[in-house]
């Protein structure tokens, strides 16, 4: 069975601060990681996935994560960030290209001026 | 091009009654999940349908049932309702490919009162 977990319920931090959102998984088999962003009264969207490659992914909006195997985590970061990120992210997890997600509890981003 | 639609955005129901609600998939695509987001957690997959067919299934009570219908659209209904089951529905859809990743609906908020 696989599971995620979200160190941080809540990030707040201010504007043009970096940040790192983390994610820890546990998997008896490879795995597929994806962060997702969802901001007030929305559905999810993907902001990065990890299939295989390069451990370092890059995403939309500035944001990047690093596959960690060793330390099973797959931490997000932005190097600045703005009003507009205060938003839940979600870290999740699959076991297969066809399979569905398992996601964590989410960690809420408040982005302060 | 539209994303993914569901239908009502809010809905209201007492304990005991069924609920139905709708997802129209993202244009192309042939694959719908339904995910249950209770507050302060992260979505929990419920089931995915694929060729008018339940594909897979999550951890959840024969209570929820759903239908795709051969225009890929999908409903989700639940019976006698419980207290419990007041949650966001998140309905995502894909193509059968691997990797392909998931298109998520804006969801409709139940509450059972």
């Known amino acids: 069975a696989q599971s995620v977990t979200q160190l941080d319920s809540q990030v707040p931090v201010f504007e043009e601060a970096p940040v790192e959102l983390r994610c820890n998984y546990s998997s008896s088999v490879s795995v597929y990681l994806f962060w997702y962003v969802q901001y007030p009264n929305q559905g999810l969207q993907l902001l990065l996935k990890?299939?295989?490659?390069?451990?370092l992914v890059k995403g939309i909006n500035g944001f990047e994560a690093e596959f960690n195997k060793s330390q099973t985590s797959f931490h997000l970061r932005k190097p600045s960030v703005h009003i507009s990120d205060t938003a839940e992210y979600f870290c999740?997890?699959?076991?297969?290209?066809?399979?569905?997600?398992?996601f964590g509890k989410g960690t809420m981003l408040l982005v302060s001026p | 091009d539209a994303g993914v639609t569901q239908s009502p955005t809010h809905l209201i129901k007492t304990r005991g009654q069924q609920v139905t609600l709708r997802c129209s998939p993202k244009?192309?695509?042939?694959?719908v999940s339904w995910y249950q987001q209770a507050l302060g957690q992260g979505p929990q997959f419920i089931f995915q349908?694929?060729?008018?067919?339940?594909?897979q299934r999550g951890n959840f009570p024969d209570r929820f049932s759903g239908h795709q219908f051969p225009n890929y659209s999908s409903e989700l209904n639940v019976n006698a309702l419980l207290l419990g089951d007041s949650a966001l529905y998140l309905c995502?859809?894909?193509?059968?490919?691997?990797?392909?990743?998931?298109?998520f609906g804006s969801g409709t908020r139940l509450t059972v009162v």
């Open positions: 244009s192309g695509h042939d694959t």
């Open positions: 999740a997890v699959s076991d297969t290209g066809y399979s569905t997600l398992t």
């Open positions: 349908y694929y060729e008018e067919e339940e594909r």
């Open positions: 990890y299939l295989s490659g390069s451990t």
């Open positions: 995502a859809s894909s193509l059968d490919r691997p990797y392909y990743g998931y298109t």
